[in-house]
Structures are given as structure tokens and as C-alpha cells.
């Protein structure tokens, strides 16, 4: 328990991770859907608020858990409530908070029918999501990490598109099918470690090299499901395409991340040695995503296909970044989850708006419409220029991180640059699809029936894009008060990560000479 700096005070993670759920409860007893909407928008601006204070007192200089609480739950089976926040997590928990209140803005109109369910549905997913980054017992890790399916398979197949049965059920079980293999793992860790959930306890122990390779499989089949990595990722474009605008969101923004956060705080921590061994594999998966995702979002005209094709490559560089085993590279994927769940968050929001007016995602439908809404085209130009990584923007600063890491990535045994430059074209690529859709909305469709009853962004839509605008130029131009935030714990990693390595290798020394 030395690695938590427990909270005597307010415990703030349990009342951001259960102000939600409870507000769920008093949200059944309102009946006036536009009360609803008022009200969810009140709760979740007021975990947004509340979230600022993890930032304001966070710090900086340890890698130990912060704001920790420690309760006992099934005391016959040592499960305990146990949760904290480090650096790895913080950005997250924060992206999280900050983007709910925007789902419930961009669901105001589009949502029509059976309103308080869908508000309970957003209410029960933010007390999900939260509690996966902060969970530090396996078991509230693992029931938070399920508790996420049902209000998203609500969300798709209630609100959804016309094939929104399909899709809710194709993302329930690709998803569980990688859920079942995590909770084999977590039961032989259990077993393995004296009968203890505690996920620290878990960390840098000396498993056996079989038993790790196992662990590692497990666990990275059930992450990369969730990013999801190519070739796991066929659920996402069609949850993505017949899921509602907030619903959308909500999978690229955080759901997505959950995978790469459980490689950082799982894979790499609890099986080390598995990790060397089967980093090239995941590497070179990583580039086929980068590659394929750019040339499917290339070929594609419907709106949500595209970025959601786009997130594919995109999560590709995060992984990349991720294995890669540097600082460099770590960091920037850290920074590239949020940066993605910013850019993506609000493409499709930009979707959604174009959606309610033309009652059409295909490119061909929106074409030209940018000549009636000059506001919605600033927008969506500068969220098509931060998706592809332009310079100024929040992606650039994350992509190049990343592919620095890459290029300095190397083993023992040689050197990989050539793994840098196979990822330059998926940036060419992203460059290239998003310019052609920019194109057409903007200057296309001079075929279209007359498109001059088309109205700009309203106040509300106004408010709900310009938050995601001013973080795309702040980490774009000002990107080191996020760095500082990961900074030491991303070092911690990987001086232990590198320690743990050095230690196995004179232990496999020692045993030869034996």
C-alpha cells in the first residue's frame, strides 16, 4: 500500500465516479424530458468542474497514486474498494469529465424520443468510465470495465441508425469475447499473488516467461478489441456509423482509450518479458492500422465511415507509441489519446449537426453546403487540420512525439528507423482524406438541388464546438503543462520497466553458470 498517498479529506474520486450514479436514481422521478436535459447537463457540468481540482492538486514530482481511498468490500475474498489517480490516468479522468457535458448539448434536439432513458444511459457511462481510470482492485476494475456495455449497447440500439440492432450487438460481443479472456487473466493473478486484487501488488513481480506470454495475450486481446487494432476492429465502423451523435462521441473519445490505457497500466507493468518478445508483432500491427485505416477512410463517403475508419490509423500511432518503450513515445500517445479524443470528439459533433439538417451523412449530400455556413466551415476546417496533424495543431504536437520516439526506438540487437518511416505514409494518407472531404462540403455539389434553406450554427452548437477549438491551440502551442502532468510517471514506468529487465537478465546469467 506504499505506492498510495491516501486522501484523508473529501474523497473526491468517489464523488466524481458516484455523483452520476446517484443522479441517475433522482433522474427517474422526473418526468418533463426537458427537465431531464437541464438536469443531466447540471450533474455533469458539475463533475466537470469538480474534476479541475485533481488538476489543481496534483503533483507533479511523484509517481505514487494521489488522492487514494481504501475501503473494504468483500472482506472473504479480499476485494476492496480501492481507487487513485497518477499521471497516466489524470489526462483521461479529465477528458472524460470535460466531454460529457457536450453530449448532453448535442443530444438537446437530436434526442426526441424516451429522453430520460438516454440522459440515465450518458449519467451511468460517465460513473463507468471514471471508475475504470481510477480502479485499483481488479475486481472494480473489471465489473466497471463491463458496466460500460450496457448503457453504450442502449445507446446504439435504441437511438441508433437503421441498422442499430446489428451494430449494438456485433459491438456487445466482440467486446465481451475480449472481456471473458481479461477476467481469466485477473483470476490467475488473483492465485498468483496471495489472493489479492490490489493491481500495485500486481506490478513488476517475476512471473513465470510462460505464464506472462498467457497473461500478455490475454490482455492484449481484450485492449485491442477496445481500441480497437486492426485486424479487431470491424465492430467500430458500424457502432460508430448507426450510433446516436453523442453516442459517437463518447466511443471515440474515451471508449477507445480504454485499451491503450489498459496496455500502460497492465501489459507493460505486469508482463514485461512478454512485452519484449511480442513488441514487433505489435508494432508491425500498429503500421497495418496506420496504412489501412488510411486508404479504407480514403475510399469512403459516408461521413461517419470516414473518421471512424480514420480513428483506426490514428489509434495506430498511439499503440505505436506506446510499444516503441521510450519516454518520447510513451508520452506522445498519452498526448495523443487526448488529442484524438478532442479532434474526433468533434468531427463528429460537426457530423451530427450537418445530420439534423440534411438527414444524410453522405459526402455527396453535404457538398457545397459550406457556401451557407460559413461559421460550421471555420469549424470543421480547423478539426480537419488538427485530424491530420498540422503544425499548431493538438495532433501535430502528439504525432511528432510519437514518431520521434519511433525513429529513437531500438533494440539490443539493432536499430528500427525503417519502422518510423513506415508510419510517414499514414500521416500523407490522413492529410488526403481529410483535405477531400473539407473539399467537397466546401466547394462541391454544384449538381445539388438548391441547399440556400440550410441555416448555420445556432448558439448552442456555437458553444458546444468552441470548447474542443481551444484545447486543439492550447496543446497544439502549449503542450508542456500536459507533458509535465505525465511526465514522472511515465519515467517511473519505464525505469522500472528497464530495471525489471536488467534484473531478469542477470538472474537468466546466474542460472546458466549454475
Given at each position: 500500500m506504499d505506492q498510495l498517498l491516501i486522501n484523508s479529506g473529501f474523497p473526491i474520486l468517489s464523488v466524481l465516479i458516484f455523483l452520476p450514479l446517484a443522479g441517475t436514481l433522482l433522474l427517474l422521478f422526473i418526468k418533463q424530458e426537458?427537465?431531464?436535459?437541464?438536469?443531466?447537463?447540471?450533474?455533469?457540468?458539475?463533475?466537470?468542474?469538480?474534476?479541475?481540482?485533481?488538476?489543481?492538486?496534483?503533483?507533479?514530482?511523484?509517481?505514487?497514486?494521489?488522492?487514494?481511498?481504501?475501503?473494504?468490500?468483500?472482506?472473504?475474498?479480499?476485494?476492496?474498494?480501492?481507487?487513485?489517480v497518477d499521471g497516466i490516468s489524470i489526462l483521461l479522468i479529465l477528458l472524460t469529465t470535460l466531454i460529457m457535458p457536450f453530449c448532453v448539448l448535442a443530444s438537446w434536439s437530436y434526442i426526441k424520443t424516451r429522453v430520460q432513458t438516454f440522459m440515465a444511459c450518458l449519467l451511468i457511462m460517465e460513473t463507468a468510465m471514471i471508475g475504470v481510470f481510477v480502479a485499483l482492485d481488479f475486481v472494480l476494475f473489471y465489473i466497471l470495465w463491463e458496466a460500460m456495455l450496457i448503457p453504450m449497447y442502449m445507446l446504439i440500439g435504441i437511438w441508433g441508425g437503421p441498422r442499430k440492432i446489428y451494430a449494438s450487438i456485433k459491438f456487445f460481443l466482440y467486446t465481451l469475447a475480449g472481456s471473458i479472456l481479461l477476467l481469466v487473466g485477473i483470476i490467475w493473478l488473483y492465485s498468483a499473488n496471495n489472493f489479492s486484487f490490489f493491481i500495485p501488488d500486481m506490478m513488476w513481480k517475476d512471473y513465470p516467461i510462460t505464464a506472462q506470454l498467457y497473461l500478455f495475450l490475454a490482455f492484449f486481446l481484450a485492449f485491442a478489441?477496445?481500441?480497437?487494432?486492426?485486424?479487431?476492429?470491424?465492430?467500430?465502423?458500424?457502432?460508430?456509423v448507426e450510433a446516436p451523435?453523442?453516442?459517437?462521441?463518447?466511443?471515440?473519445?474515451?471508449?477507445?482509450?480504454?485499451?491503450?490505457?489498459?496496455?500502460?497500466?497492465f501489459a507493460l507493468p505486469i508482463t514485461p518479458e512478454a512485452t519484449i518478445i511480442l513488441m514487433p508483432y505489435v508494432l508491425w500491427l500498429s503500421i497495418a492500422g496506420i496504412i489501412y485505416g488510411g486508404f479504407t477512410a480514403l475510399a469512403q463517403s459516408d461521413m461517419k465511415k470516414l473518421i471512424a475508419y480514420s480513428s483506426v490509423g490514428h489509434m495506430g500511432f498511439v499503440t505505436l507509441g506506446i510499444f516503441v518503450l521510450n519516454v518520447q513515445g510513451i508520452e506522445g500517445a498519452i498526448l495523443q489519446m487526448v488529442n484524438h479524443g478532442i479532434t474526433t470528439g468533434a468531427l463528429f459533433l460537426c457530423v451530427g449537426m450537418i445530420y439534423e439538417r440534411t438527414h444524410s451523412r453522405e459526402l455527396r449530400s453535404a457538398t457545397g453546403v459550406g457556401k451557407?455556413?460559413?461559421?460550421?466551415?471555420?469549424?470543421?476546417?480547423?478539426?480537419?487540420?488538427?485530424?491530420?496533424?498540422?503544425?499548431?495543431?493538438?495532433?501535430?504536437?502528439?504525432?511528432?512525439?510519437?514518431?520521434?520516439?519511433?525513429?529513437?526506438?531500438?533494440?539490443?540487437?539493432?536499430?528500427?528507423?525503417?519502422?518510423?518511416?513506415?508510419?510517414?505514409?499514414?500521416?500523407?494518407?490522413?492529410?488526403?482524406?481529410?483535405?477531400?472531404?473539407?473539399q467537397k462540403i466546401i466547394w462541391g455539389g454544384t449538381n445539388n438541388p438548391d441547399q440556400s434553406w440550410i441555416t448555420d450554427l445556432n448558439s448552442r452548437e456555437i458553444v458546444v464546438l468552441a470548447p474542443f477549438l481551444f484545447f486543439v491551440?492550447?496543446?497544439?502551442?502549449?503542450?508542456?503543462?500536459?507533458?509535465?502532468?505525465?511526465?514522472?510517471?511515465?519515467?517511473?514506468?519505464l525505469q522500472q520497466f528497464d530495471a525489471h529487465q536488467a534484473q531478469s537478465a542477470v538472474a537468466a546469467a546466474g542460472s546458466i553458470f549454475q
Open positions: 426537458e427537465v431531464c436535459r437541464y438536469y443531466t447537463l447540471a450533474i455533469t457540468s458539475f463533475v466537470a468542474l469538480l474534476s479541475l481540482r485533481l488538476v489543481f492538486d496534483f503533483d507533479k514530482t511523484t509517481s505514487k497514486f494521489q488522492f487514494a481511498e481504501k475501503h473494504a468490500w468483500i472482506d472473504s475474498f479480499n476485494i476492496n474498494y480501492i481507487v487513485g478489441i477496445k481500441v480497437p487494432m486492426f485486424p479487431f476492429h470491424t465492430w467500430l465502423p458500424a457502432a460508430h451523435t453523442a453516442g459517437s462521441v463518447i466511443l471515440a473519445s474515451i471508449l477507445l482509450k480504454m485499451g491503450t490505457y489498459g496496455f500502460l497500466r451557407y455556413m460559413p461559421i460550421y466551415i471555420t469549424f470543421l476546417a480547423f478539426f480537419s487540420l488538427s485530424s491530420f496533424g498540422f503544425p499548431g495543431t493538438n495532433s501535430f504536437v502528439g504525432e511528432f512525439m510519437i514518431i520521434a520516439g519511433a525513429f529513437s526506438f531500438d533494440t539490443a540487437l539493432q536499430q528500427f528507423p525503417y519502422l518510423a518511416l513506415a508510419s510517414i505514409p499514414g500521416a500523407v494518407l490522413a492529410a488526403a482524406y481529410m483535405l477531400r472531404m473539407l491551440f492550447w496543446i497544439g502551442l502549449g503542450p508542456q503543462p500536459f507533458i509535465d502532468l505525465i511526465h514522472t510517471s511515465v519515467t517511473q514506468l
